[in-house]
């Protein structure tokens, strides 16, 4: 069973590495949003991890995944970023709120989800249109 988890977080970070190629930029800060076949949170929060390792700074990821019609997210926002303008908690609920869902956590990390995976890309947008708001404040 080890192997098996340990084979399928090797699978969610090499998915999620490939998501910063493909970073959208607001405001100078790179907003990277990533499916991850088959992942729970802690997988995504380890997938964000190694991303984080990778982008060093000035970017927010949201990495979700869809399981038996649920969808799992996390939104990881960097450390120079988390705090007073951009809260990973603030953009998770933001998203969340278009998947029928909700979630929280710390300023830097936050788990969620929600039970209308077909409304992800309005999650995402929804993420989106948050962080340029608080980045244009």
Do not use: C
């Not at 953009?91 to 300023?107: D, F, Y």
């Amino acid at each position: 069973r080890r192997q098996v988890e340990e084979a399928r977080g090797e699978r969610a970070r090499a998915q999620s590495a490939r998501a910063a190629e493909s970073a959208r930029e607001i405001h100078g800060v790179r907003f990277i949003h990533q499916q991850i076949d088959g992942a729970d949170h802690n997988m995504l929060a380890q997938a964000w991890d190694a991303l984080k390792g990778e982008v060093a700074a000035k970017a927010v990821g949201l990495l979700y995944s869809m399981v038996d019609g649920q969808v799992n997210m996390v939104v990881g926002v960097t450390d120079d970023l988390a705090g007073a303008k951009l809260k990973a908690g603030d953009v998770l609920q933001a998203a969340a709120a278009e998947i029928g869902g909700k979630g929280g956590g710390r300023p830097n990390l936050a788990r969620g989800g929600g039970n209308i995976p077909g409304n992800i890309d309005r999650a995402i947008e929804a993420a989106a249109g948050l962080i340029e708001n608080r980045l244009s404040e």
